[in-house]
C-alpha cells in the first residue's frame, strides 16, 4: 500500500507540513517495496487559487491510497479525495513524518 | 459624474456617506446610489423606497459532457484557477473556483465542456422621488464577488445617462472587488477614522488609488476619537481633506435606528455640503452642476 504524507522536507526525520494544498512535498511510502518517494510541490506558490484540488490531483497522479496530513483538506480538496477514494487521516501536523507513520499504524490518527 | 465611496477598513463609514451623500443630493439632482458591497450591502437598510426592478444575475461555468471528450487534458492545462481537473478517466470542474474566462471551453477539441449559466445573486432597483438605489446581493456559498459587481455597474450604465449622479457604495479592503468597484469613477472618497487601524489602512486604500491613477480624496468620520496622525499624513503626501464628520453619540443613535443624518445633524449637513462643493469644483466642466 501506498501513503502519502503532506511535509516540509523528504527523510523519514523531516517535518510534516500541516497544510494539505500548500504542502512543500509530497512523500510517499510504499510499504510493499519499503521505498520512500517525494514530490516536490513548492510551485503551488504561484498560484493564488485552486491549490487544494491542484494538490489533490497531484496526490492522486501519486496512486496513494492513504493521505497523512495535519488541518486536512479544505472542501474543494475534500471533494477530490472523495472521489478518488483516498483515505484521509489527520493531526500529524507538528510530527516528523516516521511519528506520523507511526501514529498512523497505531491508529493514533484521527480519519478525516 | 462617478463617486466611488471607499475605505481601506471596514466600519468607518462608507455605508453612512454613501446613503447622506445621495439623499443630500437626490435634494437637487438626479441621483442613483448603487450598493456594490454584494457581499453584505446594506445602504438600503437606510432608505425608505420602492422596488421597481429585480432580476437574477448569471456566470457562466462550464459543465463536463463526457460523451466526446478523448481525455486530452487541454482544460486542465489552460485553466489558471485549477478550476477544471483531471483525474483519470473524469473531468471536474470547481464553479466556485472559475473566472468564467472560456477558454477550456474555447479550446475544447471536442466542445465537451459547453458554458452554462449558473445564479450568483440577484439585483433589486428602488425609487424614491429623485433618488434611485440599486444594490446586489451574492447568493450565500458563492465566492467571487467580481463578476456580481461587474454586472451591477453594466446595469447601472444601461439605466443611467451621464446626467445622472452615481454614487458607488464600495467593498471595504483593497482587494479585487473594491478594484473592480472603484476603476471607472471618476473621483473616489475614501472616508477613514482617526484612529491608528484608520490610518493604516486608509494608506494601504490610498496607495491603490494611486496605483490606479484615480483622483481621490480624504474624509475623516467620527472626528474627535483618536489623534490626528491622519491629518498630519495628508498634510504631508499633499491629500486634500474633503470633510471632517464629528463623532457624536446622537449619529451613532441615529444610524442605529436606520435613519438618515444629514437631515437631523446640522453639523452633518455641513460637511456634506463641502463635500458637494468639492466634489462640483472637479467636476467644474461637466454636467450636471451639483
Known sequence: MKIAFTTKGTEWDSKMDPRFGRTEFFVVYNEDTKELTSVDNKDVENDAHGAGPKAAQRLFELKAEVLITGNGPGGNAATVLQKTGTTCYIGAGEMTIKEAYDAYKNNDLKKF | ?290
Open chain 2, 1 to 290: 459624474m462617478k463617486v466611488a465611496i471607499a475605505s481601506g477598513k471596514g466600519g468607518t463609514g462608507k455605508t453612512t456617506l454613501s446613503t447622506n451623500l445621495a439623499s443630500f443630493l437626490s435634494e437637487n439632482n438626479k441621483v442613483v446610489l448603487t450598493d456594490l458591497d454584494v457581499e453584505e450591502p446594506n445602504s438600503g437598510l437606510f432608505l425608505k423606497s420602492e422596488l421597481i426592478h429585480s432580476e437574477d444575475k448569471f456566470k457562466m461555468i462550464p459543465e463536463w459532457n463526457k460523451t466526446d471528450c478523448t481525455l486530452c487534458g487541454n482544460c486542465q492545462k489552460v485553466c489558471n484557477y485549477h478550476a477544471v481537473i483531471q483525474l483519470g478517466d473524469m473531468i471536474m470542474v470547481f464553479p466556485e473556483l472559475c473566472h468564467s474566462c472560456f477558454a477550456c471551453s474555447e479550446l475544447c477539441p471536442t466542445n465537451s465542456l459547453p458554458m452554462i449559466p449558473q445564479k450568483m445573486g440577484e439585483l433589486k432597483h428602488f425609487k424614491s422621488k429623485n433618488l434611485d438605489f440599486v444594490e446586489s446581493r451574492i447568493k450565500i456559498g458563492e465566492e467571487q464577488a467580481v463578476p456580481l459587481i461587474k454586472q451591477t455597474l453594466d446595469y447601472i450604465d444601461e439605466n443611467f445617462d451621464d446626467k445622472v449622479i452615481k454614487i458607488y457604495d464600495a467593498p471595504p479592503g483593497t482587494s479585487c472587488p473594491v478594484i473592480e468597484a472603484t476603476k471607472d469613477a471618476d473621483f473616489v472618497i475614501l472616508i477613514t477614522e482617526p484612529t491608528p487601524f484608520g490610518l493604516n489602512d486608509v494608506i494601504l486604500a490610498i496607495d491603490t488609488m494611486k496605483e490606479l491613477k484615480k483622483e481621490f480624496g480624504v474624509v475623516i468620520n467620527r472626528c474627535g476619537i483618536g489623534n490626528d496622525d491622519i491629518i498630519k499624513y495628508c498634510d504631508k503626501h499633499n491629500i486634500t481633506i474633503i470633510a471632517k464628520i464629528p463623532n457624536q453619540r446622537a449619529i451613532a443613535e441615529l444610524y442605529s435606528n436606520g435613519e438618515l443624518l444629514w437631515d437631523k445633524i446640522p453639523e452633518v449637513k455641513v460637511e456634506l455640503e463641502k463635500i458637494a462643493k468639492y466634489l462640483t469644483a472637479f467636476n467644474i466642466n461637466a454636467k450636471p452642476t451639483l
